[in-house]
C-alpha cells in the first residue's frame, strides 16, 4: 500500500517568512510524529498526534512552531517567522497506535535563506 | 530524559566481513528498541524492532540484534556484509522513565560503507 508521503518535498523560504509543511499519513494509522533532522544527526522529535489532538508536543523548539491535525488524518506542521536555523529536513512518520514502530516519509528539505 | 548512544559514527567494511555497531540507551524501564537503515537517497525504514520476548531479534537481509538489558544495550550484527549495505544506520528507542509512548529517540547515526 501507499506510504507515508510529505509535500513539498524541497522549500527555499526566506528568513522571516512563514511557510507549511504537509504529511499523509498511511491509511489507518492513528498515530502521526514530526521530527527534524539535521546534517550528520539522528531525527530529533517535535510533536506527535493520536488521533487530532497532540499527545506530545514537548519537542517544539518555540512558539514559532505549531503543528494540526484536525480530522484525524492529514498533519500540517507550520513555522512563523523562519530563521536561518530552522534549516533541516522535516520528517513525517506514522504508526497504528502509540508504542508501535513508525513509518516515515521521505521529508521536506526546508533552506532558510 | 532518555538518550540513545551510538559509538560508531563511521565504519568501513570489505564485503564478506562481520557487523557490529553498538548502541546504548540512558533509562531503563519498558522500552521499545528499533534499528532503522537509510539507504542513499531513500528515506528511513525499519531494519528490526524488540517489543518483548526473546532478546535477540531478526530482521530484514540478515540482520539481527541482541537486547541485553543490563547493559542497556541493542547492539546490531550482520555475519557477512555486501556492498548494498551501505547505508547510515539508527539506533531508536521508545519509552524509559518520563517518556511518553510516541517519542522516538535515536541515535546519532553510523554511516556504514562497504567495500566490493
Known amino acids: 500500500g501507499a506510504g507515508v508521503s510529505q509535500t513539498p518535498s524541497n522549500k527555499v523560504t526566506e528568513k522571516g517568512k512563514y511557510v507549511e509543511l504537509r504529511c499523509d499519513p498511511i491509511s489507518g494509522h492513528t498515530a502521526l510524529y514530526w521530527y527534524r533532522q539535521s546534517l550528520g544527526q539522528g531525527p530529533e522529535f517535535l510533536i506527535y498526534?493520536?488521533?487530532?489532538?497532540?499527545?506530545?508536543d514537548s519537542g517544539l523548539p518555540n512558539d514559532r512552531f505549531f503543528a494540526v491535525r484536525p480530522e484525524g488524518s492529514v498533519s500540517t506542521l507550520k513555522i512563523q517567522r523562519t530563521e536561518r536555523g530552522d534549516s533541516a529536513m522535516y520528517l513525517c512518520?506514522?504508526?497504528?497506535?502509540?508504542?508501535?514502530?513508525?513509518?516515515f516519509g521521505p521529508g521536506t528539505r526546508l533552506t532558510v535563506t | 530524559a532518555q538518550s540513545v548512544s551510538q559509538h560508531n559514527h563511521h565504519v568501513i567494511l570489505s564485503e564478506a566481513a562481520s557487523l557490529e555497531l553498538g548502541c546504548n540507551y540512558s533509562y531503563g524501564g519498558t522500552v521499545n528498541l528499533f534499528w532503522y537503515v537509510q539507504y542513499p537517497g531513500q528515506h528511513l525504514q525499519l531494519l528490526l524492532k524488540y517489543f518483548s520476548g526473546d532478546p535477540l531479534v531478526k530482521g530484514i537481509k540478515g540482520f539481527e540484534a541482541e537486547f541485553i538489558k543490563s547493559k542497556f544495550s541493542f547492539n546490531l550484527r550482520k555475519p557477512s556484509v555486501q556492498w548494498s549495505d551501505t547505508a547510515e544506520y539508527f539506533c531508536a528507542v521508545l519509552g524509559g522513565r518520563g517518556s511518553t509512548l510516541g517519542r522516538l529517540y535515536f541515535g546519532r547515526g553510523t554511516q556504514l560503507t562497504v567495500w566490493p
Open positions: 512518520a506514522s504508526s497504528l497506535m502509540d508504542g508501535r514502530e513508525q513509518y
Open positions: 498526534f493520536q488521533g487530532t489532538g497532540a499527545a506530545d
